[in-house]
């Protein structure tokens, strides 16, 4: 038995215990990128980001009974369904973003962004001539109110950014 002991190389014990060591390490890598990767997918746009995202879906909603009209049934209801996930996400950024930083002009884009996705869900499995272009200019309209409240928030945000450059100015002569 002792023979057993002593012919058995330790060497296996030190491989095992560094491959161990190993598999955790990667184990706390891959762990590590997944968090970073969920906060780069999970953190809110800026400003400008937002309102370009606005902007976007408000001529989407404008071109739409324009383009839909060679649509089948299934593409029509699956494109409306689009514009309605889009609202979604943008009514879910504003009021994350209003929450944050208690802002009353994204509240109130928060609440247009809301009435424009109700009035879209309610034509999402209607007939195929019921959104006609001037529901969707209306529609359209609620959007163009919500990004011109984004842009005042832009602007309000560019004047800070003009203060802090003048106190960071005014500072910097002082010293």
């Known amino acids: 038995m002792n023979f057993c002991i002593l012919t058995e190389p330790a060497v296996t014990f030190g491989n095992r215990l560094f491959l161990e060591y190993l598999l955790y390490a990667a184990i706390i ?21 937002l309102y370009k995202k606005l902007s976007e879906t408000e001529t989407a909603v404008r071109r739409f009974p324009e ?16 514009l309605v996930s889009r609202a979604d996400k943008l009514l879910y950024f504003t009021a994350q973003m209003a929450d944050k930083e208690r802002d009353n002009d994204l509240n109130r884009a928060s609440m247009l962004i809301e009435s424009a996705r109700d009035a879209l869900r309610t034509y999402r499995y209607e007939k195929r001539g019921d959104l006609t272009a001037d529901l969707a200019a209306d529609i359209a309209d609620k959007f163009l109110a919500a990004a011109d409240a984004v842009k005042g928030t832009l602007a309000r945000d560019a004047q800070l950014r003009a203060e802090r450059a003048k106190a960071k100015a005014a500072k910097s002569k002082k010293n």
């Open 67 to 82: 383009s839909a009209k060679g649509l089948s049934s299934f593409r029509y209801r699956r494109t409306l369904s689009k």
């Open 29 to 49: 890598v891959i762990g590590i990128v997944l968090l970073l990767l969920l906060r780069k997918c999970g953190r809110l746009p800026k400003h400008d980001e």
